[in-house]
């Protein structure tokens, strides 16, 4: 991905806007729906009103809920979403009000937007330091972390849509465990994903976020763009949902292959809210300062991204309705052209045929030369990974070489054929072995790594 050089737009813009408030947050009810409306300012010049809004069908705790539990829990879905605005000016100051953040949370904040924000960094030739990009002040009194009741039988399941969320969905749900589909803006692929999964909508939970469009015209305009933290903006969301609705369990499907840096060498991660150390550090703050009985783990952490091929392979009733294009998202189509593709496409190659892959994809994309840079990100041939959330170098040319050896045509593909004798080595086949090892740096406990241990060791037989 180009990189652009807006270091001096960096230092325009903290010298033009020297201050961010987080102003306040207005929460309203109606029969159907709890809806918080976010107000943040930009150094006096432009304010936003973002919103987030829960169906409250299924708020089973909300009723008891004190109201000022309620505010704090959606305090802090603000506190992550600011980092959206403030990315437009970098403000070098951001003053948040209404409840006042203790030192430790501070640090925690910090270390959120700086990661969160690597890849934004480095693609604008932004030079800083998580000492110096922020000051944070806050106001108000402290905030207090809920008593609520939770259902330790109960799993909320984030459910996007793609492979990952359709093997964790299918797994659990032949579990004991009373499971609750979770959405955060619907799309058709996350519809499909539930009901081909046997769940209906009122089984489900689904959540609405919308951007202020200042946002985006100022993004047209020249301000500053780019990759924000998602995923961490999920976690807070999906917590606030599962304390409100009485779910103890919070089961994301993150891989251990999100723990691998973008950029080699470096902590710039595209993944980074996916990665183990920001699980854990949310788990550290979701327990100290929302409530301490949330149970908050990546389900598919100890498998890699072939492991999860091979899982995904065995539902064949989702393969043409699974979407994981972020540039076809509108359009609920598969680009072809992008790094999701081509993954997505490489991934599955050693357990799904070429011609099933042909027609999921509607296209042949181990034909397609246009692809090529893309390709050599992917296998390593270039320094730099795709800024998009894929697997390592070595599962793509692993399940290349797989896929080559139960059909020796694809070697002579367009694609393939420059390559092939660059990325294969025979005596350095890890395929096998990623298949058959598990991480050890998890968070499941030993009734959720037993069910998906079980599940995945029954492919062998």
């Not at 976010?38 to 009103?49: A, G, L, P, V």
């Not at 403030?86 to 990661?115: A, F, G």
């Not at 599962?395 to 139960?406: L, R, T």
């Not at 059909?407 to 096998?432: A, V």
Request: hydrophobic fraction near 35%; glycine fraction near 4%; proline fraction near 5%.
């Amino acid at each position: 991905m180009k990189r652009l050089d807006n270091q001096y737009k960096f230092q325009e813009f903290r010298d033009n806007y020297p201050f961010f408030i987080y102003e306040d947050f207005f929460l309203t009810e109606d029969d159907k729906k709890i809806e918080a409306r976010f107000h943040f300012n930009i150094s006096d010049k432009f304010s936003f009103y973002p919103t987030i809004s829960i169906p409250k069908n299924s708020l089973k705790n909300l009723p008891d809920m004190k109201k000022e539990v309620l505010n704090q829990l959606f305090f802090h879905m603000g506190m992550v979403e600011l980092i959206s605005y403030w990315k437009l000016t970098c403000s070098p100051k951001v003053i948040v009000k209404r409840y006042k953040l203790n030192e430790d949370q501070i640090t925690w904040w910090k270390k959120l937007y700086y990661n969160g924000l690597g890849e934004f960094f480095y693609l604008n030739s932004i030079e800083t330091d998580i000492k110096g990009f922020m000051h944070i002040e806050t106001k108000g009194k402290p905030v207090k972390t809920s008593d609520s009741l939770l259902n330790n039988n109960s799993v909320l399941v984030p459910v996007g849509g793609g492979k990952d969320s359709v093997v964790t969905l299918e797994i659990l749900k032949k579990s004991d465990f009373n499971i609750i589909p979770f959405v955060m803006n619907p799309r058709d692929a996350s519809l499909r994903t539930i009901q081909i999964a046997g769940f209906s909508d009122e089984d489900s939970i689904f959540v609405n976020r919308t951007l202020d469009p200042l946002m985006l015209e100022m993004n047209k305009k020249g301000f500053l763009n780019g990759h924000t933290p998602f995923s961490a903006l999920l976690a807070f969301t999906a917590s606030v949902v599962a304390v409100t609705s009485g779910i103890r369990n919070i089961a994301l499907s993150n891989e251990n292959s999100a723990n691998e840096s973008t950029l080699p060498g470096t902590n710039i991660n595209h993944q980074y809210s996916k990665s183990m150390e920001f699980e854990n550090d949310f788990r550290y703050y979701s327990r100290s300062f929302l409530h301490a009985g949330l149970n908050y783990f990546s389900f598919l952490r100890p498998l890699n991204e072939l492991q999860i091929a091979k899982l995904f392979s065995q539902y064949p009733q989702h393969f043409y309705s699974f979407r994981s294009c972020n540039v076809g998202s509108k359009t609920d189509s598969w680009c072809g052209k992008c790094p999701k593709c081509l993954f997505t496409f490489l991934i599955l190659s050693p357990f799904i045929s070429n011609k099933e892959l042909n027609k999921i994809f509607n296209n042949n994309l181990l034909e397609d030369t246009t692809l090529e840079t893309i390709f050599e990100e992917l296998t390593g041939l270039s320094p730099v990974k795709p800024f998009e959330c894929v697997g390592t170098p070595v599962e793509v040319i692993s399940a290349v070489n797989e896929a080559s050896k139960k059909n020796p045509e694809i070697q002579k593909m367009k694609l393939l054929k420059p390559h092939f004798s660059l990325i294969i080595n025979p005596h350095k086949n890890h395929f096998e072995k990623l298949l058959n090892n598990y991480e050890k740096d998890h968070n499941l406990n030993k009734e959720f790594l037993q069910i998906l241990i079980n599940i995945y060791n029954e492919l062998e037989n």
